[in-house]
Structure formats: structure tokens, C-alpha cells
């Protein structure tokens, strides 16, 4: 969010307001969702500001003291029961398999509700899929944060394929 702050500073985007009122309600707010908030976040701005594993520098971060995502692993280590549904369940296990810390603490049993679903969620939480405009977006970080890298890989995808309309970031 401090990146999309200065920017917003530098450049007065059209979320200036907005970034600027979420740095000063950020401390208030319990678990870091945009539903906490008496105002709008529009879908850009929260997934340039929404923090993710990619993001995450854990212990080194400036901010992982009052990160919403360390304070829930911190109750969740706590917990002696966690009620979780089928998808979060899958995807800790998925982040486990991957050699990642997954969502959850060690556990020493799984009771499921609903087994029948199991099946269908299990499959569509190892199913890949990518989506044009995310892929774009992901992009667009990468140039932002690594302008040179990202030119000369521009240049190397527009000399292979000089039949793609690339666009490419302002210097």
C-alpha cells in the first residue's frame, strides 16, 4: 500500500483519495477486509493494494507485525479446533505439497462435512487456469517494479512475435 500511496502522491491518480483515506484507517480495521470500510475500494486499486504470498517478506517485512495475514496465522497457530471449509482446507494442503507454509498449523485429524463435495473442490482447487486480463495485470506489476527487466523482455517477446499488440510501460 506504500507503493500505491507514493504513486498516487506523485502522479494524483484518480485513487489518490482513496489510497490516502485507507492509510489513515488501516490501524482501525480487524482483519483487512474491504468490507470493514464505510466507503468503496474499487477492484483495481484493491488488487494493486491486496497483499498475496508473492508479496509476503514475513518476518522481514516493515509492516508484519500488523499484517492482517501474520495476526491470523498467529490465532489460527493458537487454535485448538479450526472450523474451515473445503476449498481453504485444499488449498493449505496445495501450499504444503508445494514446499509453502500453508494456511494452517499441523493438525492431527480432519473431520469433513459434506464429503460428498470433496471430489469436485479437491479438482478445482489443482486446476489451473489464467485469465488474460490477470495476466495483464501481474505484467504491469512486474514492469513497475522492474522497468529494465521488463523492457528487455519486451524486446525479446516483440522480436519472436512481432504479431502481438504489446504495449509497454512509460519510462
Known sequence: MDDA???????????????????????????GDPNELSYDVVGELWREIQGDS???LS???????SCFIQQARTRLKAADIIVSNHTLFFTDFYLKQK???????????VIFDEGHRI??????????????????????????????????VFEDVEADYP?????????
Open 5 to 31: 500511496f507514493a504513486a498516487a502522491q506523485m502522479n494524483m491518480t484518480p485513487h489518490y483519495q482513496t489510497v490516502s483515506q485507507l492509510m489513515q484507517d488501516v490501524d482501525t480495521l480487524e482483519v
Open 54 to 56: 508473492n508479496d509476503c
Open 59 to 65: 518476518e522481514e517485512s516493515p509492516h508484519f507485525e
Open 99 to 109: 514446499g509453502m507454509y500453508g494456511l494452517f498449523p499441523e493438525y492431527e485429524a
Open 119 to 152: 471430489k469436485d473442490v479437491f479438482s478445482k482447487c489443482f486446476q489451473k487456469v489464467g485469465y488474460v486480463k490477470e495476466i495483464e495485470n501481474l505484467f504491469d506489476r512486474c514492469l513497475n517494479k522492474r522497468s529494465q527487466w521488463a523492457k528487455a
Open 163 to 171: 504479431e502481438l499488440p504489446l504495449k509497454q510501460a512509460p519510462s
